[in-house]
């Protein structure tokens, strides 16, 4: 059974951090690739963010520049460190892996930005 778990979502002011963590089960290249999405009141989900078992990355023009994602040593835990975070970065953020055809979600972990 394939279980995501996100943490370090909160409430920060426009201008400050975040670091994202999503527990994968698992090791991360057992995957094709892990992604942060998000979805803020009224929207869509929209992609942010993802990364492939060799490392690549790749990200949503809205966030490249002041986001970095990774994943750590021992390969079950993927990181998205968020800079320079604004009011519009409001919203549930996801974490998704895709596997052989499917997709597996996270229950989503809220970040509120504001002063």
């Known amino acids: 059974q394939v279980q995501l778990v996100e943490s370090g979502g909160g409430l920060v002011q426009p201008g400050g951090s975040l670091r994202l963590s999503c527990t994968i089960s698992?090791?991360?290249?057992?995957?094709?690739?892990v992604a942060w999405y998000r979805q803020a009141p009224g929207k869509q989900r929209e992609f942010v963010a993802a990364i492939f078992p060799t490392g690549p990355t790749d990200y949503a023009d809205g966030v490249k520049g002041r986001s970095t994602m990774s994943f750590d040593d021992a390969m079950n835990t993927v990181s998205l460190q968020m800079n320079s975070l604004k009011p519009e970065d409001t919203a549930v953020y996801y974490c998704?892996?895709?596997?052989?055809?499917?997709?597996?979600w996270g229950q989503g972990t809220q970040v509120t930005v504001s002063s």
């Open positions: 998704k892996a895709h596997r052989d055809g499917s997709d597996y």
């Open positions: 698992g090791s991360i290249d057992r995957y094709s690739a």
